[in-house]
C-alpha cells in the first residue's frame, strides 16, 4: 500500500508539472500543439506508475517516475518563466533547471538500465558516473545562468555557459555510447528479447534523432524541425516502453481481457490461488502420477512465462513441459522432500526475485498434491496387490478343491460310489468350506463385523504363539466404528503382530486398543531384536500406513536395535 501511495504522489507531481507548467505558457484556450504536448509528455509519468506499482521492487519503474517529475517540474518553472519572466525568480529557475536533470535521465538511464533498473554489468558502471555528471554540470550551469542580469561580467556569464554546454554536449556524448550498447545488447539477447531490446534501440536513435532536431531548429530551422524534436524527445523512449509492455510483456505485465465483461486489465498473471483452482481441476481427471507431473510443470510454465518447466521428484523421476535449452533458472525444493520445481529462462526478461516468491509459494501446495496423488496411486497399487493375491489364492486353492470335489461327485454317480466315497466327499466338501471361510476372514474377518474391533483383536492374538496382552480402553469392547475405521485398524495390528513374529523374533507381545478424545488408537509393542527405522522398510506397514493416512490417521513406528519395536496407529473418529 506505501508503494502505491508514493508512486501515485510522485505520477501527480510529473502530471500536474506538466499540464500546468504547459497552460502557465501558452494560457488559454491553449493551441492544438500544446495538447498534444501534454499527452506526449504524460506517458511518462503514466508508464512510470504502472510499473512502479505493479513491480514496486524493480527499480525501473521509479526510475521512470523520477523522470517524469524532473519533466513535470521542468515545464512548471518554464512555464513559469515565460509567464512571469523574471518574476518567477529562484522557484522558476530551479524548474527551469530540472529541464537538464530529464534530459541526463531519459537520454542516458532509461535505456541504459532497460529493463529491470540495473546495469548490464560492472563495466557500465564509470559511463553512468559521468552521465550522473554531465547531467549534474549541466543542471547548475542553467541555474547559475537563469538569475544573472544580461549586464553581469563575461567571465561569470562565461563560466556558467561553459558548465551548462560541456554538460549538455557530454550528456549527448554518454547518450550515443549508450545507444551503441543497447545494440549490442539486442544484437547478443536470446530471441524471445529480442522484440524488446529492438523497440528500446528504436527509442533512443529517435530520442537522440529529436535532440539533434531541435538544435537545428533553434539554429533557425523550419517550426518542423522543433515539432519533430519535441516528439522525439519527449515521447520515443516512453513510447518503445510502453510497446514492450504492450506487445512483449515488459517485467511480466500484460494486457489484457479477464471474466467476461471487456474489461481492460493490467498484469494478467495468475495468481497462486488461480494456478491452484485450475490445477484442483486438472485432479479431479484422476491423471496418471507422470501425467500429473506433466501438467504441473505445464502450470508453472504458463504461470511465469517461461520457456520450460520442470518438476523433479525425489527418487529421480522428472518431467519437462517446454523445451529444455538451457540449464535451470529457477530451482525450488518442494514442500517435505518430495522434490523440486524448475524453471527455465522467461520468454519476456528475466526471472526475480518476486517471481521466486511466487514459485515458492506455489511450492507449498504442489507438494500436497504430488503427496496426495502418490499416495493415492500407492492405495490403488496395494488394492490392485490385494486383488491379485485374492485371485490366486481362490484359483490355486478353493477352486481346485471344488473342481476335485465335482469330479468325485461325478464319478461316484457314474460308478454308484459306496457309503465310504461319499463319506471321502462329504469330508473333502467340509475341507473346502473351511477353506473359504479363512480366505473370507483373510479378506474381512466375521469376528470383525459380529462383535467388534476389540472381539477381533483378541480372536487374532489368541492364536499366536507366543504370550501376548490385549487390553481395551473403557466402553471400547461395546463401540462400533464404520467399516472402514475398523477394517484399517484390525488390519494393521495383524501386520504388526505378524513382523514382530516374522522379523523381529519376539517372545511377548502387547497390544493396547484406546479411545483418546476423537482418535481410537492401537499400540502393538513387542521385545524383538528391533531396527532402525531410518534405514529399513517398513515392509507391510507402507500400505496400511496409506489406508490409515487415507482416513485422515498416522502410523508411527518408533524401534532401535536391541530394544524392541513400538508400533502407533491412530484415526480420527466421531464424537
Not at 163 to 179: N, S, Y
Not at 300 to 318: E, I, M, Q
Not at 343 to 356: M, Q
Not at 433 to 448: N, T, V, Y
Request: hydrophobic share 50%; with cysteine; net charge positive.
Amino acid at each position: 500500500m506505501g508503494s502505491r501511495l508514493i508512486a501515485g504522489f510522485l505520477a501527480a507531481i510529473a502530471a500536474g508539472g506538466v499540464v500546468a507548467g504547459a497552460l502557465l505558457e501558452s494560457g488559454l484556450p491553449a493551441p492544438l500543439s500544446q495538447w498534444a504536448f501534454i499527452v506526449v509528455a504524460l506517458l511518462c509519468p503514466a508508464l512510470g506508475w504502472l510499473l512502479a506499482v505493479r513491480r514496486p521492487r524493480i527499480p525501473y519503474g521509479w526510475l521512470l517516475l523520477a523522470t517524469a517529475v524532473c519533466l513535470g517540474l521542468g515545464a512548471l518553472g518554464a512555464g513559469l518563466w515565460v509567464r512571469a519572466g523574471a518574476a518567477a525568480g529562484f522557484a522558476g529557475v530551479i524548474g527551469a533547471a530540472m529541464y537538464a536533470v530529464y534530459y541526463g535521465l531519459n537520454s542516458i538511464f532509461v535505456p541504459l538500465l532497460f529493463p529491470e533498473g540495473r546495469l548490464p554489468s560492472g563495466r557500465w558502471r564509470p559511463v553512468a558516473w559521468i552521465g550522473a555528471a554531465a547531467t549534474v554540470t549541466h543542471a547548475t550551469g542553467i541555474t547559475l545562468l537563469g538569475p544573472l542580469p544580461l549586464g553581469e561580467p563575461p567571465p561569470r556569464m562565461a563560466v556558467a555557459g561553459a558548465m551548462a554546454g560541456l554538460g549538455q554536449l557530454t550528456a549527448w556524448l554518454v547518450a550515443v555510447i549508450v545507444l551503441v550498447g543497447v545494440v549490442v545488447r539486442w544484437r547478443r539477447s536470446r530471441p524471445s528479447e529480442r522484440g524488446q531490446y529492438a523497440w528500446m534501440v528504436a527509442g533512443a536513435t529517435a530520442n537522440l534523432a529529436g535532440f539533434v532536431a531541435l538544435v537545428v531548429f533553434l539554429f533557425g530551422g523550419h517550426t518542423s524541425w522543433g515539432v519533430a524534436g519535441l516528439t522525439g524527445s519527449l515521447g520515443a523512449l516512453p513510447a518503445a516502453v510502453a510497446v514492450t509492455v504492450l506487445r512483449h510483456q515488459l517485467l511480466d505485465i500484460r494486457i489484457g481481457i479477464r471474466g467476461s465483461r471487456l474489461l481492460m486489465v493490467f498484469d494478467v498473471r495468475p495468481t497462486v490461488g488461480e494456478v491452484l483452482s485450475r490445477f484442483g481441476s486438472v485432479l479431479d481427471d484422476s491423471p496418471e502420477p507422470v501425467e500429473l507431473l506433466g501438467r504441473l510443470a505445464a502450470a508453472v510454465r504458463a504461470a511465469l512465462n517461461t520457456t520450460w518447466a520442470a518438476v523433479r521428484l525425489a527418487d529421480g523421476t522428472r518431467v519437462v513441459a517446454g523445451s529444455e535449452d538451457g540449464p535451470a533458472a529457477l530451482v525450488v525444493p518442494v514442500r517435505g522432500g518430495l522434490g523440486r520445481l524448475e524453471c527455465g529462462p522467461r520468454a519476456y526478461g528475466e526471472l526475480t526475485a518476486e517471481d521466486r516468491r511466487f514459485l515458492e509459494a506455489l511450492a507449498v501446495p504442489a507438494g500436497l498434491a504430488i503427496q496426495s496423488e502418490g499416495l493415492a496411486a500407492r492405495l490403488v497399487n496395494a488394492q490392485e496387490a490385494e486383488r491379485r493375491r485374492i485371485e490366486r489364492n481362490i484359483h490355486d486353492g478353493v477352486q481346485q478343491q471344488l473342481v476335485a470335489l465335482i469330479a468325485g461327485l461325478e464319478l461316484a454317480r457314474v460308478t454308484g460310489g459306496g457309503p465310504r466315497m461319499l463319506a471321502e466327499l462329504r469330508e473333502q466338501a467340509r475341507q473346502t468350506l473351511a477353506d473359504l471361510r479363512e480366505l473370507a476372514a483373510g479378506i474381512h474377518p466375521s469376528s470383525l463385523g459380529q462383535g467388534g474391533l476389540v472381539n477381533a483383536v483378541e480372536e487374532r492374538c489368541a492364536r499366536l504363539p507366543v504370550p501376548t496382552k490385549v487390553s481395551a480402553g473403557e466402553g471400547l469392547r461395546a463401540a462400533r466404528f464404520t467399516d472402514e475405521v475398523e477394517g484399517a485398524m484390525y488390519f494393521t495390528v495383524s501386520e504388526a503382530v505378524a513382523n514382530a513374529l516374522k522379523h523381529a523374533a519376539a517372545t511377548r507381545l502387547e497390544v493396547r486398543l484406546a479411545r483418546e478424545g476423537n482418535r481410537l488408537v492401537a499400540t502393538v509393542a513387542d521385545d524383538g531384536r528391533g531396527f532402525d527405522p531410518a534405514t529399513t522398510a517398513r515392509r507391510g506397514l507402507a500400505p496400511l500406513s496409506d489406508r490409515l493416512h487415507a482416513l485422515g490417521g498416522r502410523l508411527e513406528v518408533v524401534s532401535e536395535k536391541g530394544k524392541g519395536t513400538r508400533m502407533m496407529a491412530w484415526v480420527p473418529v466421531d464424537g
